[in-house]
């Protein structure tokens, strides 16, 4: 569990730095108007959709240290059952284990 959780720590760590690096880059907000089309504008759109996902995926990963804090990390929110390690690996903040993940997608 000690791995896991470092695992997850240095996941946020990282992604909060991207996070912040992204921020900065969008407190210069070129200008709209006369440049259309301005790249600066395009990369502009992209820095703040791709920082949306980035804090999605924050915020999901210190949910998932917060269940791990509370033991409860590695247990399928849905149904209670564990979640298989090897799907842990893959996708850290899961709260699925694959079973309720494939209905849930179905749904
Ligand atoms: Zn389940």
Same mark, same amino acid.
């Given at each position: 569990m000690k791995q896991e959780q470092k695992t997850l720590s240095d996941a946020l760590q990282s992604l909060e730095n991207q996070i912040a690096a992204l921020q900065k880059a969008l407190e210069e907000k070129p200008e709209y %108007?006369? %440049?259309? %089309?301005?790249p600066g504008v395009t990369q502009w759109e992209l820095n703040q959709t791709l920082l949306n996902q980035l804090q999605e995926r924050a915020s999901s990963t210190r949910k998932a240290l917060q269940r791990m804090e509370h033991g409860?990390? %590695?247990? @399928?929110?849905? @149904?209670g059952a564990a979640i298989n390690p090897e799907r842990l690996a893959i996708l850290p903040d899961t709260r699925l284990c694959i079973r309720c993940a494939q209905k849930a997608a179905g749904e």
């Open positions: %108007g006369m %440049g259309k %089309g301005d409860i990390y %590695g247990t @399928c929110q849905r @149904c």
